[in-house]
């Protein structure tokens, strides 16, 4: 890592112990830059050094690496492979648990990591030991003290990704598994990006469609079992407006879902969740991508049809208060630009719901 660039203070590896703890690398490789990822260790797993800044708070707002890691008391087959950095934004015990929320933010370049699965191992060796060594001889998969590892953060994320993805791929956990990355989500009608809330949540106006570019990449293809990419949500606040899903038939390329935020007049959270694997889950990890959304009602468009609606009925009502000795063509012209507005302020302003 360059001199210029803050180390990671924070080390925080999973395994391919449970499907579950490998589908978590897939996760934290695939979530857009700002969304929250949670980890979780039992106690005796996390090393005491980084256990009493949980307990204190410090370690709040520090740079943490995520990592993947397979047989790390075995010499000859370790696997220790730098995956995406993040920020801690919370970290507490809870009955012997230790759970940290990370927001994610740059892919590590890896140019300088190995780039074959000997040399991987070998690199691995050198580093679990030197961790093992600095935290009293035990290996713990959350730990403070760790060697520095040769990465860096600038680049072209969509590139850093890959060359993650591709390393992976080396070890016989993720061999058949497909890779995903999700891009910030962009306007629909610009090029304007959306940025996730501190809390991890992605806000939407109801007047604000959003598209979700997505890419994946698998180093190997096959017929069976069928691979889908799908989108799903709620269908209510939040619809896909675009096919919500793909059969994937190629090893590497990219599509794009588009969302419809259709708030009621109120406030709502939801959720929008990204899904790449077989259909029927297997032993193999499969790549899947969750967060929250808000979707917020625009408040100018609620003043705007009470108005228009207030005003309609005033049009409405215009005639009676005129009086039979008004003209006849001003009275209907009234009731018909009332009845006009009124039927803007309902159906046009509001939409029916899915």
Known sequence: MSEQEERPQVLLLSSNLRRRYAEDILTALALPRGALIQFRYEAQYVASSLQQ???SGSVLGQRALIGFIADATTPAECFLLPVRVAEVVAAECVAEVILFKLRVTDHVDLDDYALSRTDINIESRRAIDKM???????????VLKFPAFPIRTNGDQAQLWISVARRLALHPTFENSYFMRVDQPAHLASAAAFTFEPQGRLSLGDLQPARLPVSFYSQSYTETPKITLTC??????LRVSSDHSHDVALRYDSTEFWLQPDASSFDALTHV??????AEPGTTP??????PVIIKHSRIRLISRV???????????MPAILGANSSLPLRVLLAVIGAASLSAATIVMGRPRS
Do not use: C, H, M, Q
């Not at 499969?286 to 967060?291: K, S």
């Open 53 to 55: 800044k949980v307990a």
């Open 132 to 142: 093992i060594e600095g935290n009293g001889g035990t290996y713990y998969p959350a």
């Open 232 to 237: 799903s949500t709620d269908g209510r606040f």
């Open 273 to 278: 969740t990204i899904r790449l694997g077989p």
């Open 286 to 291: 499969v790549a899947a991508v969750r967060f």
């Open 307 to 317: 108005a228009i609606s207030a005003l309609g009925a005033f049009l409405v009502a």
